[in-house]
């Protein structure tokens, strides 16, 4: 009487027989395409969350799924394989003990860190030597901290001054407010930095009295400074 696992067992062993030999440590592997569109749905998710690349257009008829980390097929940069008939999930040097690969196509990556953004690329291995690439990016977002904005001056006076603003935070996306609305730019007195963190006011007029903030996001966050008030001065 023969035990299932080691019938699994020999079952897996022609496979990493066949798949690790190819594998030079530094020189990548080439496999001719079919011409499947292959995919991985590029995504996003927060830091700590768990978080599934899924393949888009998987041909039928693999007999393996193979993930890697960037765009080279080369084995140091294997996070693992599945062969299908096996449902059995083999880890290669890129595996960091969270990612699972399943049956389905998908690789789940559990509590991302910003050390997992980047390109992944996703291999089906298909009979008669031919294979179907895809490739995905995956984007690990913090939740956005606090911006601080700084006025050149709180207290000015009607067409004589000007003031500049300016919105301290590392984040990319900026929005400015004016009295908790969406500031409406004045074009031939108003102008923005290009990075969008300095916002100029010149010259100032009774109507731009205010409170002022600057709103920074990403796709996972939005959060806006403590406001700054402006007093304008005028006769």
Known sequence: MEFPAASAHRRLVPWLGLLLAVFPSSLPIWIPPTTAQLSIASTFAAEGQDVILRTRNSPPGALVLMWYRGMEMKYSNLIGFIPLNLNQYITGPKYSGRETAKLDGSLIIRKVTPSDLGL??????????????????????????VPTLLASNNTV???????????????STINWLFNAESLLFNAERMKLSQDQRTLTIDPIRREDAGKYQCKVSNPISSIESAPVELDVKYQ
């Open 120 to 145: 992944y690329m996703v291999v089906a291995v298909l009979p008669k030597y031919q294979s179907a690439i895809g490739y995905g990016w995956l984007n690990v977002y913090r939740p956005v901290s």
């Open 157 to 171: 006076t009607e067409n004589e001054d000007a003031v500049v603003m300016t919105c301290y935070t590392d984040e």
